[in-house]
Structure formats: C-alpha cells, structure tokens
C-alpha cells in the first residue's frame, strides 16, 4: 500500500512502518512475507531438568509459527536432535499490531512438552532486517523473512 511520496535517502521521511521504496512510502501491514523456519538448537536438558525423552533419548523437535498465539504453520519432525534443521517455508500477511511467535516443541508420543519463548516482539525491525537468531533461556531459533515475490 503506498502512503506517500519520499526520497529514499531522506531520513524521516516516511514512518518507521512504512519504508521508502522506489519513490513511495510503502506499508509493511497489508503484505504476503515468506517466513522461513531455518533451523534451531536446544539446549541438552528441557526445563526443569531431566531428560527430553524416556532412558535420556534425545528431544525430536518441530517448531509453530503462531501469529497473534494462533499456530499459522508448523514444520515437520526432526527425531532426535539437538540441532534440527528444517529450511521450511509458510506464507503469512501481517497486520500492523501483529506479533510473530517461534513455538520450539519437541514431539513425544504421551504429550508435548513447549520448551520456547518468544522470538519476535518488534515485528518491524523483525521485517526489515529479515532475519535473527537469538538464543533465549538456551534454545535458539534462525529465521528468515523475505516479502512474496522478491
Ligand atoms: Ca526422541
Ligand atoms: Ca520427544
């Protein structure tokens, strides 16, 4: 959606939501980003202690990609790993206000056990940089957002 003319090298020129591109003022909300589900680690004991599965297996472990709590995507299964890779892709369109979550969950027969934080909570910075890992509480998360298209 354009929301006004700019210069893209006039700082302040358009609001921080809504960056300068080829002459317009261009809102992030409204738009179709590819949100891609690189990889992750976890740490060698869940929460609390213990062992993530039964005779001290190894966690098995898939992430949800939840849009305002509401689980949007979800990736498939890595058994048995500390250091899942998953390289896969969902579409989401984001609406200003939103928040994205990164749910790292490890897969068991009996329940789920939810070892994760929250990883995104400037969706902006989060659009523009277009990418982050930040490990929180030992389980880190790789991201990688592109807009539709590009
Ligand atoms: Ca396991
Ligand atoms: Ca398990």
Redesign the pocket.
């Known amino acids: 959606m354009t929301v006004g003319g700019c210069t893209q090298w006039v700082q302040g020129a358009c609001k921080a939501d809504a960056p300068c591109e080829k002459g317009e003022c261009v809102s992030l909300w409204g738009q179709t980003y590819d949100v891609t589900v690189v990889k992750a680690t976890l740490p060698s004991e869940p929460e609390g202690g213990g062992t993530?599965?039964g005779f001290g297996?190894?966690?098995?472990p898939y992430v949800l990609v939840e849009v305002n709590d509401v689980a949007v995507c979800k990736t498939s299964t890595v058994?048995?790993t500390f250091t899942p890779s998953w390289n896969e892709q969902c579409s989401i369109k984001f609406a200003k206000g939103d928040t994205l979550t990164f749910h790292v969950m490890d897969e068991d027969l009996t329940s789920d056990d939810d070892v994760s934080w929250d990883y995104v909570t400037d969706l902006v910075s989060a659009i523009k940089k277009g990418n982050s890992g930040a490990p929180s509480g030992g389980v880190g998360v790789v991201w990688e957002i592109e807009r539709s298209g590009q």
């Open positions: 993530w599965d297996g190894m966690p098995d058994q048995d």
